[in-house]
Nanobody, 125 residues
């Protein structure tokens, strides 16, 4: 499975962006897919994820209520919808996937098998 994250860019505080995680090689239907981010000189942190079932999502407290995740099995893609962006959301965003990940492990980066490259999001005040 190859993952391609895209959709990053520069926005003003309060703006919105939609990040895409497009998969190729095989279908990620039935895969858990997570989003992580890493700001400059900071450690990677969990943003949110959708469970293998496709119906359950989980978010970090930092983005809960502002970000949502959706998946489109026909497009073989997962999306991160980011609203009310803040300067502290500035980071490189990565998507990751695993066919066997459990709900309790969705926030754990080491639980994912496949990773895409990052897409940069910059939010200015």
């Amino acid at each position: 499975v190859q993952l391609q994250a895209s959709g990053g860019g520069s926005v003003n505080s309060g703006g919105s962006l939609r990040l895409s995680c497009a998969a190729s090689g095989r279908s990620i239907r039935g895969y858990g897919v997570g989003w992580f981010r890493q700001a400059s000189e900071k450690e990677r942190e969990f943003v949110g994820a959708v469970h293998r079932s496709g119906s359950s999502t989980v978010y970090s407290d930092a983005v809960k209520g502002r970000f949502t995740i959706s998946r489109d099995n026909a497009e073989n893609a997962v999306y991160l919808h980011m609203n009310n962006l803040r300067p502290e959301d500035t980071a490189a965003y990565y998507c990751a996937a695993s066919p066997t990940i459990t709900y309790s492990s969705l926030s754990v980066a080491s639980s994912y098998y496949y990773w895409g490259q990052g897409t940069l999001v910059t939010v200015s005040s």
